[in-house]
Structure formats: structure tokens, C-alpha cells
């Protein structure tokens, strides 16, 4: 079942059950206080915290999202991606708990046949919050294994806005992949064995005072509500389609064989290179799609965060052998495999490469110059029997061949050795402290006679002439 077939079944079912269903919202989050749109539920937020009334009271969509806060899992485990799609469902005010439960129950569980994903009930396995008996107790009404129900604390089922406002417990749905991969004993014991596909969020309270989850405090029941559940598109991509992970899917894996077709190397023999491959694969796409919604590299914000993913394209393919250009390769088969989803890609194909490709070149600029350098250093270092490359070589690195110091850190770390970044950090200060000094020379060295004409000019009473003299008013 391919990725969109997949999205599209949720989106039919939920339709059918009377949700309006909206498309995705853009991935420049419209909540200031992240840079991305990270989950389903991000333009619903207004909606949730009962600011606006909703244009209908159930809805669905399947929303694009970015989370870099995953970005060190990419390529590592078999389900994290920088972006990935969330489908979810959604009530404001309207069903609750036994619903959402009976929705995702029968979604996951009806034939192919009919519309489902046809997953075995005794695969499937729930979490539920510590005081949830009620939740668990419809879980079973549904037909599911009581043994196959896990109780989770505050930290992982109960969630809120991290500020006052509505919050609730969740209960999460997994699949069990099988014993050859991992231990027995259900989510708590193996979260790679048992996949987490699918969260349901059930708001009923109003909590305030959320330091921590530990000691927030529920004012009371909130009058309106609400559901908000997220699933994970790639998730229930690679379970469905048989696959190992989520690189593996319809929508990414035709980037993995383009690298291996620049490359040489084959996907699945190496261990390592298999990491890189997939971080090739899920960057591509990530950079494509942030790229889409009109970011553009730069040193602040979302274009940083797009211009590390670029860079560590770039960088992946080198430790695959690559030095040549990459993105011309990789980006257009990216949009082939995420175009049926997104037909919009192709109208802003053209502006995107044509940015991305620069991106690369003058990457590739700067990493000519300062490679060998790194290099040098950190042959250094080894020679000396240190772990540590110096922060002077560092900070030269930085200040002669520009290399950012992420960088550093990450080519450096690739080779075993850190980096003095304390030191380095020390050198960027004094450079600064050095550079406002002479700024303040300077000014102080300036010729200010020009000024004395015009202060002399100030000193004599000036006129009004606005209510005279148009010309006078600068209309
Ligand atoms: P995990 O603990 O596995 O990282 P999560 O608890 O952070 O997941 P939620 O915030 O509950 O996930 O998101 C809802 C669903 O979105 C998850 O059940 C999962 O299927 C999917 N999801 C979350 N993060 C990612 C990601 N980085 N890549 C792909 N899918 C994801």
C-alpha cells in the first residue's frame, strides 16, 4: 500500500464519519514560539484552546511536519524522520474518548478489503495513563488483549501546552513487529520491537501551574472536550509495506538508490554507510519540502536549520565517496517521489533547486578550502596523543577558511577526536572584544568639523513656514 494510498484511506474513513477534512497548513509554523509546524494538531491549536470556534467540530488532515529535535535518531533508528507526514483526527467539543478509541481501533483493524490497513488485533498494543481506567476499559470493549493494555505515568501520558490551558491523558498505539526484533513484554519493554504508530489525546482538564509534569495542577474538567490524535504517516508506511524502517518507503527510498547510483556503494551492506545513506534520503526530502513552503538557506532560524541539512547532504555523500556536486541528482527524485502527494512541488521546483544547488556549490567552496586544514589538525592532535583538536586551530579554521564551528565539531567528531571548544569559543570573544575596539578608534579618529556648520545652523531660531509655505510641508 503506497504512502498516499495510506493517506488517503485515513482521510476517506474519517470523511465518512463526518470530519471535514482540510489540507495540510505550510510548514513555517503560524505558533511563534516554533520554527516548524511539528505536529497534526499545530494549526488546530486556536481551535483547542477554545480562541476561535472551528469551522466544522470534527476534523482531519494529513499535516507536513519538521522536528529537528529528532535530528541525532535520523538514519539510527528505524522510525524518526526530520520531516514525516501526521494524519489525525480531530473533535472539538464534540465525541470523545469511546469514539476516538472505536475510530482508531476499527481503522487499523478492517480488511483491506474494506477500506483499512487490515493490521492483526494480537500486533497491536496500547499505553494508557495511570489513572485512565476508563480508557483501558474501552480498549478492552473493543476486543482488545487486556495483557496487550500498559499503563504509563505523567511523563509519557499526559499531555499539556507546557503552559496553563487545556490538557488530558493520551493513549498510544504500537505494533509489534515480531520477536526477531527485540524483547517481549510490550512498549514499556522495547520501543524498537513495538512501534509507536498512532497517539490519541484526550482533553478534559484545565491545568495550570505546569513547571513540570510532574507537579502541574488540574484546575477542573473543561467544559468543551476535545480529541486530538496524530499518526504517523512513515510509520504505518514501512508496517504496512513490509519494509525495515521509514527510509525504505515508496516516498524516500528512491533517493537512497540515486545515491547509490552516484555513489557506487550499495545500499544494505555496511552498517555505517546504510546510516548515511538514510540521512541522505531523509534530508533531501526535508530540505525539498521546508525549501517548498519558501525558506531559503541563511545563518538564522529556519534557514539555518535547512542549511545543515543541506550541508549534511552534501557532507553524507563525501563519506560515500562523493565530492562532485549532489543536490542535481538527488533533489529531482525527491520530487518525483513526493509529487503525486504535493503537485505544488512543481511550481516551485525551479526557485527551489536554483537556490539549493548555489547553496551547494559555495558549500563545496568552503569545504575545499578547510578540509585539509581539519585534517592536518586533527593528524596533529593523534600525533600528539590527544584527543582534542586545539581551539586555535579551530578558530583559524573558522576566521580563515569559514568554517562554522558545528562543522568542525562535526567532521572532527567523525574522526574520533573533539574539538577545545572553550578555547575556541575564548578566541571568537577577544576577536570581538578586538573588533568594537577599533570600531570605537576609528570613530574617534573621525573628521567631525562637517558637524560644527550644522550645529552652528541649529543655534539660530528656525522659522515654521508648514502653514505657509507648501513647499516648505515636503509634500
Ligand atoms: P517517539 O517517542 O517515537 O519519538 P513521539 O511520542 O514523539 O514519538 P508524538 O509526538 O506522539 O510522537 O507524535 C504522534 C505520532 O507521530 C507518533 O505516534 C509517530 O507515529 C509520529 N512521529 C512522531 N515523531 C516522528 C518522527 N520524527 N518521524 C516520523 N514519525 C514521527
Known amino acids: 500500500m503506497r504512502t498516499s494510498e495510506i493517506a488517503k484511506r485515513y482521510l476517506d474513513y ?10 495540510s497548513a505550510s510548514l513555517i509554523s503560524p505558533n511563534p514560539t516554533t520554527l516548524f509546524t511539528i505536529a497534526g494538531m499545530v494549526p488546530f491549536i486556536p481551535y483547542l484552546m477554545g480562541e476561535q470556534t472551528a469551522p466544522y467540530p470534527r476534523m482531519a488532515s494529513n499535516q507536513k511536519c519538521v522536528r ?19 494524519i489525525g483526527n480531530f473533535s472539538f467539543g464534540d465525541y470523545f474518548k469511546e469514539e476516538a478509541i472505536h475510530y482508531a481501533w476499527e481503522l487499523l483493524t478492517l ?44 511523563e509519557d501520558n499526559f499531555w499539556t501546552t507546557g503552559g496553563p490551558g487545556p490538557g488530558g491523558p493520551c493513549s498510544e498505539i504500537y505494533v509489534d513487529r515480531g520477536p526477531e526484533y527485540g524483547v517481549e513484554g510490550g512498549p514499556i519493554a522495547d520501543e524498537n520491537r513495538y512501534i509507536e504508530i498512532w497517539d490519541l489525546v484526550f482533553e478534559n482538564y484545565e491545568v495550570d501551574n505546569v513547571k513540570s509534569k510532574t507537579d502541574l495542577h488540574i484546575v477542573g474538567e473543561l467544559e468543551n472536550k476535545n480529541i486530538d490524535t496524530g ?33 557506487g556503494h ?104 578547510g578540509t585539509t586544514i ?46 577545545d571548544e572553550a578555547k575556541f569559543r575564548e578566541l571568537m570573544a577577544e576577536q570581538k572584544g578586538r573588533a568594537r575596539a577599533d570600531a570605537l578608534k576609528k570613530r574617534h579618529n573621525v573628521d567631525l568639523s562637517v558637524y560644527d556648520d550644522f550645529k552652528k545652523t541649529l543655534a539660530k531660531p528656525i522659522d515654521f513656514l508648514g502653514y505657509t509655505d507648501f513647499s516648505a510641508r515636503g509634500t
Not at 474519517?14 to 489540507?23: G, I
Not at 525527491?334 to 536554483?354: G, I, R
Not at 584527543?387 to 567528531?413: C, N, Q, R, W
Open 266 to 369: 550499495k545500499y544494505g551492506k555496511d552498517a555505517d554507510a546504510d546510516v548515511r545513506f538514510r540521512v541522505v534520503a531523509d534530508h533531501v526530502r526535508s530540505a525539498l519540502m521546508i525549501m517548498s513552503d519558501g525558506v531559503r538557506p541563511s545563518n538564522v532560524g529556519r534557514g539555518y536549520v535547512l542549511r545543515r541539512l543541506l550541508r549534511r547532504v552534501v557532507r553524507s555523500m563525501r563519506m560515500l565517496g562523493v565530492t562532485d556536486p549532489v543536490l542535481p541528482s538527488l533533489f529531482p527524485v525527491s520530487k518525483a517521489a513526493m509529487e503525486a502527494s504535493y503537485p505544488e512541488l512543481n511550481d516551485t521546483f525551479h526557485d527551489v533547486t536554483e537556490a539549493a544547488y548555489g547553496e551547494e556549490d559555495t558549500f563545496l567552496r568552503t569545504l575545499e578550502n
Open 374 to 419: 581539519l585534517d592536518v589538525a586533527v593528524r596533529k592532535a593523534k600525533e600528539a596523543g590527544e584527543e582534542t583538536v586545539s581551539g586555535k586551530d579551530a578558530f583559524t579554521l573558522h576566521d580563515t577558511y569559514g568554517f562554522p564551528i558545528e562543522l568542525t565539531l562535526e567532521m572532527a567528531a567523525e574522526q574520533g577526536v573533539k574539538v
Open 68 to 86: 529537528t529535535l529528532d535530528i541525532d535518531e535520523v538514519g539510527k533508528t528505524t522510525r524518526h524522520g526530520t520531516f514525516f507526514q501526521m
Open 14 to 23: 474519517f470523511e465518512k464519519h463526518d470530519h471535514l477534512v482540510v489540507p
Open 111 to 154: 480488511p483491506v478489503e474494506q477500506g483499512g490497513y487490515g493490521l492483526a488485533p494480537e500486533k497491536l498494543w496500547m499505553t494508557t495513563f495511570t489513572d485512565d481506567e476508563e480508557a483501558r476499559a474501552m480498549w478492552r470493549n473493543e476486543g482488545v488483549d487486556p495483557e496487550h493494555i500498559q499503563i504509563m505515568g505523567m
Open 231 to 263: 499518526a504517523g504517516l512513515e510509520r504505518l508506511a514501512y508496517l504496512l509495506q513490509g519494509k525495515q524502517n521509514i527510509y525504505e518507503t515508496d516516498e524516500v527510498y528512491p533517493v537512497i538508490e540515486a545515491a547509490e547510483r552516484l555513489s
